[in-house]
């Protein structure tokens, strides 16, 4: 929703992550001794491949290009979990 809020993508995705940093401290917080802290490195990993290409993506396409890329991916995602 902030994507169409806020006109400018870079200072979306600031906003974005440090809300997500805040809600996953509180949650690993809460789920400490729960995590299977040997499954950490499958998410790092994924995290480390991904991480190049959002930035890319962030930083060469427009704010309305950007937008229809991040509904498609949320789209496929809800897709892919039916």
Same mark, same amino acid.
């Given at each position: 929703m902030l994507l169409y809020v806020m006109s400018d993508p870079v200072r979306t995705v600031e906003v974005m992550m440090i809300c997500s940093i805040a809600i996953q401290g #509180?949650?690993? +917080?809460? #789920?400490w001794r729960d995590i299977q802290w040997t499954m #950490?490195? $499958?998410f790092l990993l994924g995290g +480390?491949?991904?991480l190049p290409i959002g930035l890319w993506l962030l930083l060469h396409l427009n704010a309305t290009t950007f937008k229809q890329v991040i509904g498609a991916l949320l789209? +496929? $995602?809800? #897709?892919h979990g039916c």
């Amino acid at each position: 929703m902030l994507l169409y809020v806020m006109s400018d993508p870079v200072r979306t995705v600031e906003v974005m992550m440090i809300c997500s940093i805040a809600i996953q401290g #509180l949650s690993v +917080a809460m #789920l400490w001794r729960d995590i299977q802290w040997t499954m #950490l490195a $499958y998410f790092l990993l994924g995290g +480390a491949a991904g991480l190049p290409i959002g930035l890319w993506l962030l930083l060469h396409l427009n704010a309305t290009t950007f937008k229809q890329v991040i509904g498609a991916l949320l789209m +496929a $995602y809800a #897709l892919h979990g039916c």
